[in-house]
Structures are given as structure tokens and as C-alpha cells.
């Protein structure tokens, strides 16, 4: 069992405009995302994993591209990414933080 | 694949004091919990389960249990807790909003 407290974490930067923290158990993995980028001028490139993931939005505004539809989501909403479903998104607000769970876990996060 | 607006979902009220949104897939879900009974007097009741849960705090301040152990935690902190061990919380703040996510799916909030 693990705290993770914000003020004592360093979070990974993987690009400039993008920090990540990372907590996973067994089956299990959240990794908070912050973007800095927005507003992004076009989505990301849409990836696709065959880990289950489920992102909760806890700050800030964005498009997200989830298959063919497109949603315009703000702070609470949620949304649900099957096995090797393509997606990303396109930050609309100057931050915007993302709560991805996936399982299984994301070795390939872990090996970095 | 589901996309879940926070403006457009009825949450299911599990007491006065409590109320939920899920999200699943088949191994993953994810509950956004909103407490509004604090600051609660004590924690609720110790309670375990097998699946693997790790909780991210999108509002307010608590109190976690979490085997013998007490944290204090505030926005933007992380918890895991792995198969089987005793946790509860305890409000600090007037309102709190946890995202549990959970591996396997609880199959006991599906039935209710």
C-alpha cells in the first residue's frame, strides 16, 4: 500500500508540455497526466493499447477523439477506452489533467 | 466505449451523505464518490475487499486508514490498496470526491 502525496511527489516529465505520476498494484495502474499545452492546436496522434483504460477529468477542458466520435469534455466527466479502440485528445483550456486507470498494468510505463 | 458528462448523469444515491457515478469495462472500473457529510465526527467502518483499488482525491481533505496506518490527504493526492487490506476514510473538508478505480470490476455495486 502507497501515499502519494502531490506536495512530496516529483512527477515524470515526459515532454515539456506534458508530467505524469504513476501509482499501479498487480492489475492495476492511475497515472495522473497534466497537459500545459492548451489551447493545442490540433488532437494528438491516436494510439491504441489493449489495456482497458478509463479516464476521469479532473481539470480543465478538451476534445476527446474515442473511434469515429468526438466529445467536448470539462471537469467531472468521464469516459471509457475498450481494448485497442483508437484515441486521443486535443487540450482546449491552458491545463487540463487527466486520471487514467488501466488494467492490466502499463508495463511499458514502467520501463522507462 | 462510453463517454459519461457529469451535467448529463443521474448519480445514484447511496445515502444522504453519499452519492456515485461508475464507470466499467470487463476487468476495470472506475467510481467517482462524492462525500458531503464533513467534517465527518469519525471514519466510517474498516472494510476489505480482494480487489486491487487505487483512489485519487479530486476534492477536498480526509482522513485515510489504511491497514495501521493514517494519512492526511488533499487534492490531488494518490492511495493504493492492494487485496484485503482494512481502509476507511474520514471527511475533513465539507465536501470530498474520490475517483476509486478497481480491478477486478466490483460486481457488488452492479447488483444493487
Redesign the interface.
Known amino acids: 500500500?502507497?501515499?502519494?502525496?502531490?506536495?512530496e511527489t516529483t512527477p515524470e516529465i515526459i515532454s515539456p508540455v506534458f508530467k505524469r505520476?504513476i501509482?499501479?498494484?498487480?492489475?492495476?495502474?492511475?497515472v495522473?497526466c497534466d497537459f500545459t499545452n492548451g489551447p493545442a492546436l490540433e488532437p494528438d496522434k491516436p494510439h491504441s493499447h489493449h489495456h482497458?483504460?478509463?479516464s476521469?477529468v479532473?481539470e480543465g477542458e478538451l476534445f476527446?477523439f474515442?473511434?469515429n466520435?468526438k466529445?467536448r469534455?470539462?471537469?467531472?466527466?468521464?469516459?471509457?477506452?475498450?481494448s485497442d479502440?483508437p484515441h486521443c485528445i486535443q487540450t482546449i483550456s491552458s491545463f487540463v489533467r487527466l486520471?487514467d486507470?488501466?488494467?492490466?498494468v502499463r508495463e511499458d510505463f514502467l520501463k522507462r
Open positions: 500500500m502507497t501515499v502519494l502525496k502531490e506536495s505520476r501509482a499501479n498494484l498487480d492489475n492495476l495502474m492511475v495522473v482497458e483504460q478509463i476521469y479532473a476527446l474515442l473511434g466520435e466529445h469534455l470539462t471537469k467531472g466527466d468521464i469516459f471509457t477506452v475498450p479502440i486520471v486507470s488501466f488494467s492490466p
